[in-house]
Nanobody, 127 residues
Framework: QVQLVESGGGLVQAGGSLRLSCAAS????????MGWFRQAPGKEREFVGT????????YYADSVKGRFTISRDNAKNTVYLQMNSLKSEDTAAYYC????????????????????WGKGTLVTVSS
């Protein structure tokens, strides 16, 4: 069973930066497409960014494009989300996700393609 554990969340002022990490265990990390999703209070969970197995392809939600960067280190079984120029509307619980067979592109538009979810880490941006 694959386990995904997020870290790096916290409280930050608007305009600041945070880097989230997601450590995977129990599976073959390099064979999974990986992604980040978020859920704000009272809203549905939404796509943030996904990355292909080889890191060649990356997809981002329009709301974070140019501010967030997803990356992965297959040697460390870890995926990252660098978040810059944070806004109050970025406040949410951020979830790491892994897809066994789906592509990163499919993950970006179809959350049912996700095989495993982390428990989330909370990001709060104060204005």
């Amino acid at each position: 069973q694959v386990q995904l554990v997020e870290s790096g969340g916290g409280l930050v002022q608007a305009g600041g930066s945070l880097r989230l990490s997601c450590a995977a265990s129990g599976g073959t990390f390099s064979s999974y497409a990986m992604g980040w999703f978020r859920q704000a209070p009272g809203k549905e969970r939404e796509f943030v960014g996904t990355i292909s197995r080889s890191s060649i392809m990356r997809y981002y939600a329009d709301s974070v494009k140019g501010r967030f960067t997803i990356s992965r280190d297959n040697a460390k079984n870890t995926v990252y989300l660098q978040m810059n120029s944070l806004k109050s509307e970025d406040t949410a619980a951020y979830y790491c996700a892994a897809a066994v067979s789906a592509t990163a592109q499919r993950m970006s538009g179809d959350q049912s393609s996700v095989s495993y979810w982390g428990k989330g880490t909370l990001v709060t941006v104060s204005s």
